[in-house]
Every structure is written in structure tokens, then in C-alpha cells.
């Protein structure tokens, strides 16, 4: 159990971390969504800057989730979120980045998003869907603001040599 003296502060360490998602990760809407956070343990290093969750994590705020065994975030010297790190049999994040695009989804071994850039980088076993285009590889790097996706067979970190597969579908003209 829980001392009741750690537990305003932990609620509020996680506050802090998760705190500059809504600018970076979500909807404008979504700033003022509350943060909800499901894991088994935590392990808050401030003095490094990190929050460590493990065990079936959950992480939700508006239009973002983002799920996997275990998931770190990092925040950079100014105490703004940098990074945030998936990992698992098949970690996953979900994202609608603007009112008029599609829904981001993504599943990986390891899934890493770099805040600052707005870039997703999918490892092992990736796969991406933006729509109903999908995108399957080794690797897979999604930038949200330019809606490019780069893909490799292999990269660090992957087994073996997953080629590059994609599904495009056409867009419907109008009237049909």
C-alpha cells in the first residue's frame, strides 16, 4: 500500500512528465483531456528524467494511445517530454494528428516517438495503417506533420530481413 504522503507526489510526477503530450502528440481538443495511465509498476526517476511503466501499459489522452509491455517516457533537460518508448510482443499507438486526417495506428516490437520531430519510428514485425493504406516492414518511420512514411527490410534491432510490403487504396471520386 501506498504511504499517503507519496501519493500527491507521484500523481503529480506523473502529471509533469505526460504534461506536454497534449501539444505534441494530440488533437487541439485533446489538451484538455485527462491523462489516464494503466500499468502493474512504475519507476520515476526525476533526477534522470524518466517514468518507466511495465506490465500491460495502458496510456490515454484524447485521441492518443499508446500501449506495450513496457513504456518509458523521457523528458529532455528542460523537463519537456522527449521521447516515449514502447516495447512488447506488439506494442501499439493510435493517433488522429489533425481534425481532416486519417487515424494513425501502429503496432511494432518497439515503437519510439520522437516529440520534438512528431516522428514515429515502428521496429520489428511494423506495421502501419494511415486510413485504409497500410504499410508493413522491418522498419517503418512516420512523420504526422508531412504525412510521409519511409520503410526498410532491416534496420538495428530487427530479426532477419522483413521486406516492404504496402497496400494503397484508391481515393472514391466523387458520385461513385
Given at each position: 500500500?501506498?504511504?499517503?504522503?507519496?501519493?500527491?507526489?507521484?500523481?503529480?510526477?506523473?502529471?509533469?512528465?505526460?504534461?506536454?503530450?497534449?501539444?505534441?502528440?494530440?488533437?487541439?481538443?485533446?489538451?484538455?483531456?485527462?491523462?489516464?495511465?494503466?500499468?502493474?509498476?512504475?519507476?520515476?526517476?526525476?533526477?534522470?528524467g524518466t517514468a518507466v511503466y511495465q506490465g500491460e501499459v495502458?496510456?490515454?489522452?484524447?485521441?492518443?494511445?499508446?500501449?506495450?509491455?513496457?513504456?518509458?517516457?523521457?523528458?529532455?533537460?528542460?523537463?519537456?517530454?522527449?521521447?516515449?518508448?514502447?516495447?512488447?510482443?506488439?506494442?501499439?499507438?493510435?493517433?488522429?494528428?489533425?481534425?481532416?486526417?486519417?487515424?494513425?495506428?501502429?503496432?511494432?516490437?518497439?515503437?519510439?516517438?520522437?516529440?520534438?520531430?512528431?516522428?514515429?519510428?515502428?521496429?520489428d514485425q511494423a506495421e502501419l495503417h494511415k486510413g485504409d493504406?497500410?504499410?508493413?516492414?522491418?522498419?517503418?518511420?512516420?512523420?504526422?506533420?508531412?504525412?510521409?512514411?519511409?520503410?526498410?527490410?532491416?534496420?538495428?534491432?530487427?530479426?532477419?530481413?522483413?521486406?516492404?510490403?504496402?497496400?494503397?487504396?484508391?481515393?472514391?471520386?466523387?458520385?461513385?
Amino acid at each position: 500500500m501506498m504511504r499517503p504522503t507519496l501519493a500527491p507526489l507521484l500523481g503529480l510526477a506523473v502529471t509533469l512528465l505526460l504534461t506536454p503530450v497534449p501539444q505534441a502528440l494530440a488533437l487541439e481538443g485533446d489538451a484538455s483531456a485527462p491523462i489516464q495511465v494503466e500499468a502493474d509498476r512504475l519507476v520515476l526517476d526525476d533526477q534522470a528524467g524518466t517514468a518507466v511503466y511495465q506490465g500491460e501499459v495502458r496510456i490515454q489522452q484524447g485521441s492518443m494511445k499508446l500501449q506495450g509491455e513496457r513504456v518509458e517516457i523521457r523528458r529532455n533537460d528542460a523537463g519537456q517530454l522527449s521521447r516515449a518508448i514502447a516495447t512488447g510482443g506488439r506494442a501499439y499507438i493510435e493517433q488522429k494528428p489533425a481534425p481532416d486526417a486519417d487515424l494513425v495506428q501502429g503496432w511494432a516490437r518497439r515503437i519510439v516517438y520522437h516529440v520534438a520531430e512528431r516522428r514515429l519510428e515502428l521496429v520489428d514485425q511494423a506495421e502501419l495503417h494511415k486510413g485504409d493504406d497500410t504499410f508493413k516492414g522491418g522498419y517503418l518511420e512516420y512523420f504526422l506533420d508531412r504525412r510521409v512514411v519511409q520503410a526498410r527490410s532491416s534496420a538495428e534491432g530487427v530479426e532477419g530481413k522483413q521486406r516492404v510490403r504496402m497496400t494503397l487504396e484508391p481515393e472514391q471520386q466523387e458520385g461513385q
